[in-house]
């Protein structure tokens, strides 16, 4: 896989950030938002940007998006860091990493079905989800079989400064329960995978859509765990339709064309807060990279916005 600049060896990097699009589908006009502001923020203070294919929850995967996500961001000028780190290929270090926990007592076999749980969980859950309420935790009842891994939160808060949204706090008793390292259908979850690979590269700070800021004081806990650092986090507010969903590909959101040169950077960037010249927007990339190094400022990046008249534009082109 192409790259365009070494990973820097010898000198500490002060700051080392990322982008972990998951091939589900083509980049569109929300994961180019957070492509735009963490590479932005990764430049602008002479840092490093890692890339990352979050590719192990393979019922998700779309075939050809990962080639597809990177011809896109190489089309739009975008220069990543190193090699392309691609999680599908790093099962065995999953596996070893909850192997260590089990060992530790830190994670525990559940055999609850979806069901089961819903019909216990106290209605406190973030992300409309469901707080596990802990019915494996002291062993699996009876004759049940284990379907996935969990791994045992605190019961007290745990605490972070966003640079976007100011302090915030979860309980993960309390707002998660005990979560899910390994599926019941054998995938690594996410929260795992994302904790091992951000120690693994040595990313210290995140930069990532605000839908997964109730995911990060889950993050956090297993890197203590782990004894990994912590990164400093920046959640950029999401790109939602008018009628107020998540661009994705449930809601059939639209592939970014390189073809329109800097246009679509132009209307990223000015949804994060940064009015973009005309001259710039309709300008050489080069020039786009440039003025918007200079100009960014994560001060200046909203925490929430209303539903993008230009990407439900995008939405309503697409075939039905
Ligand atoms: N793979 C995740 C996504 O595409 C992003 C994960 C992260 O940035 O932590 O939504």
Not at 155 to 181: K, P, T
Not at 227 to 235: C, D, E, K, W
């Amino acid at each position: 896989m192409r790259f365009s600049r070494p990973v820097t060896h010898g000198d500490p990097v002060h700051y080392r950030g990322r982008f972990a699009p998951s091939p589900t589908g083509p980049l569109h006009f929300g994961s180019l938002v957070a492509a735009v502001g963490s590479y932005l923020d990764a430049r602008a203070n002479g840092g490093e940007w890692l890339l990352r294919i979050e590719d192990i929850d393979q019922p998700r995967t779309v075939a050809g998006a990962t080639d597809a996500i990177l011809r896109t961001l190489e089309g739009f000028g975008f220069e990543w860091d190193g090699p392309v780190l691609v999680q599908s290929q790093r099962l065995a270090v999953y596996r070893a990493v909850l192997l260590d926990r089990q060992a530790h007592g830190d994670v525990y076999p559940c055999a609850c079905s979806r069901r089961e749980i819903a019909a216990l969980s106290p209605p406190t859950a973030v992300d409309g989800g469901l707080v596990y309420p802990g019915t494996c935790r002291a062993g699996l009842p009876g004759a049940s079989v284990a379907r996935a891994w969990r791994m045992r939160v605190p019961d007290g808060e745990i605490g972070f400064q966003d640079r976007v949204h100011g302090l915030v706090r979860q309980n993960l008793a309390r707002e998660v329960g005990d979560f899910i390292l390994l599926r019941a259908d054998g995938q690594f979850a996410y929260q795992l995978a994302v904790v091992v690979d951000d120690g693994a590269q040595g990313v210290n700070a995140v930069v990532r859509g605000a839908d997964l800021i109730d995911s990060t004081a889950r993050q956090i806990w297993l890197q203590q765990r782990l004894g990994l650092p912590t990164p400093s986090y920046a959640h950029l507010p999401v790109v939602t339709t008018a009628s107020g969903e998540k661009l994705s590909k449930q809601t059939r959101a639209r592939a970014v064309d390189p073809a329109a040169g800097s246009v679509p950077l132009a209307a990223a960037l000015e949804f994060l807060g940064h009015p973009v010249p005309p001259e710039i927007a309709r300008g050489p990339l080069a020039n786009f990279w440039g003025w918007a190094t200079a100009a960014w400022s994560m001060a200046r990046v909203p925490a929430r916005r209303g539903a993008c008249p230009r990407a439900d534009a995008a939405n309503q082109r697409l075939p039905p």
